[in-house]
């Protein structure tokens, strides 16, 4: 085989530049919080392969599960009959909706082709145009997907024209404002709703209008959580419209939060509901959930494609949602949520650290630090543009604790380090990951 120094230059030398990598090497296993590169560094991993391996690396559940369905049937296509896995997840997933009328399933591969389909569903259930998302959201990478991320524009510059009929309002966060991080969330709904109030009115009326779609806790734009008085706000204002609200927990949902969705809390009822990542725990799996009524004005052969809702993806996720039920997993992300906030509002308090930093916030192990943003990018505005490269402070942190042997990611473009963590995590890797933290912003801000 080739040594790991080449590894590197071939892959530096053949893969497209397009994608971005947060450190050189060669991954050579996962397991559990871990993994292993070729060159021997043996990393606690707080990414999760961005929210993806909810219960480690090869959870030993899950993969077996995977294994005897390859040994089944791999690909039982889905538009040809039903197959079992398929069926049986749905079993498991109906209990744990986070309404009752969201009854009526359909599964893709990736979050983006999810999107695509939830757009799609509801164009054709209301027959209008329009699709309304927040500026800060990020919902994929295909065009329909991308024309309602308003994150970044590094996803769809140059690529244009992107699906038409897509309008945004700023998501309650203060940098949609140029507000400063101490206005209330009282204040910061006021606003955001009196904006879709006005893009309504000004922009794209009711009648025209199909769907709003929402992270119930903003991932890419910054890892924010939406009040719950917010999201209830918007489905008070689609219901006054009868415009769907679609509810994107491709990142948030399947425990993440400490609820098996996150947008639980809120009381409030998806029209349209987009699971992915930690569905499968690494097999490529999503999910659109919506009421019986609104998928029966699909014509049969309208949907489909070649590996959507994949066998052996939907055995893996079975075994996730047993083992996630087994594991008392909702129970861990509750005790290591705490645990991690304890830390990270110490750090904030330290007297030596706390000019650099400004908020701590997230829900369960959705978890954030937004730093000041650094003098260095000297924007009058507050914002670091970076493009592929965080240059500020979260940037460096993240790159000093992969130093330290902790992969860790930052979000968009604020000045923000993202923690998520395997749900399963124990005490002392969440110990461990939060002193390597500690000590990589103690040394950033010397
Ligand atoms: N929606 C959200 C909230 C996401 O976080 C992501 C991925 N980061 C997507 C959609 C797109 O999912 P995928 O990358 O699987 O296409």
């Known amino acids: 085989g080739l040594s790991t120094e080449s590894l590197q230059a071939f892959g530096e030398k053949h893969v497209t530049r397009g994608l971005g990598r947060i450190t050189e090497g060669v991954v050579a296993q996962g397991r559990g919080s871990y993994v292993d590169f070729h060159d021997g560094r043996h990393m606690l991993d707080f990414t999760s392969g961005i929210g993806v391996t909810n219960l480690g690396h090869c959870h030993p559940k899950v993969s077996k599960a995977a294994a005897d369905q390859c040994m089944n049937i791999v690909h039982a296509q889905c538009g040809t009959a039903f197959h079992e896995p398929y069926l049986q997840l749905i079993e498991r997933l ?56 308003r994150s970044k524009t590094i996803y769809s510059e140059g690529v244009a024209p992107l699906m038409p009929g897509t309008f945004s309002i700023p998501f309650p966060y203060w940098h ?3 507000a400063s991080s101490t206005i209330s969330e009282s204040e910061l709904t006021a ?28 991932g890419e734009g910054g890892y924010v959580p939406a009040p719950n008085v917010f999201l209830q706000g918007l489905r008070e204002i689609c219901d006054k419209h009868g415009i769907l609200l679609i509810i994107d927990e491709v990142q948030s949902g399947f425990c993440r939060t400490g609820t098996w969705f996150a947008i639980e809390p809120s009381g409030v009822q998806p029209d349209i509901l987009v699971s992915a990542k930690g569905l499968a725990n690494g097999f490529p799996l999503s999910a659109i959930i919506s009421r019986k009524d609104i998928t029966d004005l699909l014509k049969p052969g309208s949907m489909g494609g070649t590996y959507a809702g994949n066998a052996v993806s939907c055995a893996a996720a079975v075994a996730v949602a047993d083992a996630m039920k087994e594991e008392n997993i909702l129970d861990n992300v509750k005790e290591r949520s705490k645990q991690i906030f304890a830390e990270l509002n ?12 400004l908020d701590v916030r997230g829900r369960g192990l959705m978890v954030a630090i937004e730093f000041v943003s650094s003098a ?26 992969i130093e330290k042997g902790m992969l860790i990611l930052t979000t968009s473009m604020y000045e923000v380090v993202r923690f998520i963590p395997p749900l399963n995590i124990s005490e002392e890797e969440m110990a461990e990951g939060c002193r390597i933290f500690a000590e990589a912003v103690r040394e950033v801000v010397k």
């Open 94 to 149: 109906l209990p744990l909706m986070p309404h009752p009328s969201l009854n009526s399933f359909f599964f893709w591969n990736s979050g983006s082709e999810a999107i695509e389909c939830a757009i799609k569903m509801a164009r054709i259930a209301t027959g209008r145009p329009n699709i309304i998302s927040m500026q800060g959201g990020y919902h994929g990478r295909t065009f329909g997907a991308m024309a309602v991320t």
């Open 176 to 178: 949609q404002f140029g």
């Open 191 to 218: 606003k955001s709703l009196y904006q879709l109030e006005i893009l309504l009115a000004q922009q794209t009326a009711p009648r025209d209008t199909a769907a709003l779609i929402i992270e119930p806790v903003l």
């Open 346 to 357: 110490n750090l904030k308090d330290d007297p030596e650290v706390a000019p650099y930093i």
């Open 376 to 401: 260095s990018a000297g924007s009058k505005y507050d914002v670091v543009a970076s493009e592929t490269e965080n240059v500020g402070l979260a940037g460096r942190v993240a790159k000093k604790c």
